[in-house]
Each structure stands twice: as structure tokens, then as C-alpha cells.
């Protein structure tokens, strides 16, 4: 499948954002508002991460104390609304062409972090021997 072309505006992690959805998948008409929405918040973060690296993550304060710059929490909540934005879309997880929704994957990591490090009854018997 072929990638849609971007809308213009964006930066290049929107527009690798775009590029990958839209040619993995094929979205509907009504979808294409909701990825443009994801390609402009990935955009900011990408941003935000710019000056983040650029400026440290300390600031001083009005009263010359260092405190945690503002662009911290603005890039955790960037990075949040962008998540949310690409959660809506629904987009399918695995060749089922069934969507997860956030509660779904929510549960598959905790199930699969629940079994990480089980070892099979069978297994430990053999190994115990």
C-alpha cells in the first residue's frame, strides 16, 4: 500500500508519523482529521524534546532558585495527548485487523509482565533433577 502524500505544515516526525500510518493502513475519510491531529503533537514533542536537550531540564525560578523547567511537564503532556490522539484512531494491533483499545493493551502488558519470568512446572521439575 502506498503512503498518502502529508499535508504541508508538518515537521519530520509528523511526517514519518504520516508516512507509516498511511501506508500500513487504510484509513477512512473521517480517520485522516485524527492522524493529522497525532503528526502535529508528535511534531511538538519533537520539538519540546529540541529544547529540552538544549536547555537542561533546570530553570531558574523568579527568586533565582532552580526549580524543573516548565518544558518538562509540557512534554509529558504533549507526549500524553499524543498518545491519546494515535489511541483513538484504533488502528489495528495485529494481523487480526482487530483494534485494541487502550483498556486491551493496558491488560496485555500486565499479563504479559505477570508471566515475564514464570518457568513451567515441567521445567523446574526437569531442572530440579
Not at 1 to 7: G, H, Q, S
Not at 13 to 32: I, M, N, P, Q, Y
Amino acid at each position: 500500500m502506498a503512503a498518502e502524500r502529508p499535508p504541508k505544515g508538518f515537521g519530520p516526525a509528523g511526517r514519518d508519523l504520516w508516512r507509516k500510518v498511511t501506508s500500513a493502513f487504510e484509513l477512512d475519510g473521517h480517520e485522516l482529521p485524527g492522524l493529522e491531529l497525532a503528526a502535529s503533537q508528535i511534531d511538538d514533542v519533537h520539538r519540546l524534546e529540541e529544547l529540552l536537550e538544549r536547555d537542561g531540564m533546570i530553570s531558574t525560578g523568579s527568586t533565582g532558585q532552580q526549580r524543573l523547567s516548565q518544558v518538562v511537564a509540557e512534554l509529558r503532556q504533549s507526549r500524553l495527548a499524543a498518545s491519546q490522539l494515535l489511541d483513538a484512531l484504533a488502528l489495528p494491533l495485529d494481523d487480526s485487523g482487530v483494534a485494541a483499545s487502550p483498556a486491551t493493551k493496558r491488560a496485555r502488558r500486565a499479563a504479559e509482565a505477570r508471566w515475564a519470568g514464570h518457568v513451567p512446572a515441567r521445567e523446574r521439575l526437569r531442572n530440579a533433577t
